[in-house]
């Protein structure tokens, strides 16, 4: 689950980092308030959407304005113009897609003096076994191109998870920052508070872009991406009350109240499967027969005909899907159980693309009489090789 800055930058003011005075804006009549509240003389006025790249956005209405989804005001008239112009837009990043994201809450800070930028965050180091600190001099830009341009720059520190954040792995950690004087002793304080609260709030991400040096020489989070393991979250309430459903794909969130792994994509082929490892598999050979999944969908090792029906019924919500192929391998999960949620589906939903079902398994014979014999237009396939062709070739007609 991801969350906006101001709510990030919330949860580690909470542990004691370094943040700028801020107040957020839910509607258009919070922006004088939220203005008047900052001192000045200087004002930040950001977007709050859950994609990167806001500073070199633009917006899809004329009225916003040419500059990007964050903006420097030098007066409060100016930092009000600026949250009116934003405010309810809709903001095109590298991230968004060219649909964009509307900007339905704004985010307004105190400024900062900044001397340098640079690049943290904290991520699960799988291959490892650990929490990993990536620190980069270079922040303030796409980390991505730095690691490919100059990997040289890219630092990784893990952390004993038994052991946990010592001073030595602090000290490390300073010592790919550069930091030295203050900036140091600020950095000694900081990086094991990022990392007690990446642990307790079992965080899966947390990203800081810039974390600036300013001229008086200490540290401040100037911005926070923050996601959390939403397997964790059952333990995390607080976390759950800072849920943006609007920022969601609503298809996702249907599916997370059904138990369902679903994860919309850009393609054209919709895919129900059970197993996490199959549905890749089934995504990959739809990729290499030259069609792309609309989505990722695991129902599950003990999905019920109803479970199955929903799956179907969140997958054809989606409109550019031409084509469902549901794959599945019954263990625990009966192929005629599955079969039966499929034509439910087909029926309630007056199914008009192609279908193509490939079942394998424990009572597979009753699953494929129960297709043969429905009377529907329901396309069966042998094997993962035929039901890929089968899917492809429906959907190009």
Known sequence: MNIHEYQAKAV??????????????LSLDDIEPAVNALPGPLWVVKSQIHAGGRGKGSFLEAEAGEKGGVRLAFSKEEAIEHARA??????????????GKQVNRLYIEDGADIESELYLSLLVDRAAGTVAFVASTEGGMDIEQVAHDTPDKIHTIHVDPLAGMSDADAEKVCEALALGGTAKEDGMRLFPILYKAF????????????????????????DAKVSFDGNALFRHP?????????EEDEKEIEASEWDLAYIALDGTIGCMVNGAGLAMATMDIIKLYGEEPA??????GGANAEKVSAAFKIIMKDPNVKGILVNIFGGIMKCDVIAEGVLQAVKETNLQVPLVVRLEGTNVEQ??????????????ADDLDDAAKKIVDAVRG
Do not use: W
């Open 367 to 380: 699953g494929k009489a129960i297709i043969a014999n429905s009377g529907l237009n329901v396309i069966p």
């Open 238 to 246: 607080d976390i759950m009350e800072l849920r943006d459903k609007t």
């Open 86 to 99: 934003m405010f309810a837009k809709t903001l095109v990043t590298a991230q968004t897609g060219e649909e």
């Open 12 to 25: 580690l003011k909470s542990y004691g980092a370094p943040v700028a005075n801020g107040e957020p804006v």
């Open 295 to 300: 989505n990722f969908c695991d129902v599950g």
């Open 199 to 222: 642990v307790e709030k079992d965080m899966s991400l947390l990203e800081i872009n810039p974390l600036i040096v300013m001229k008086d020489g200490h540290l401040r989070v100037l």
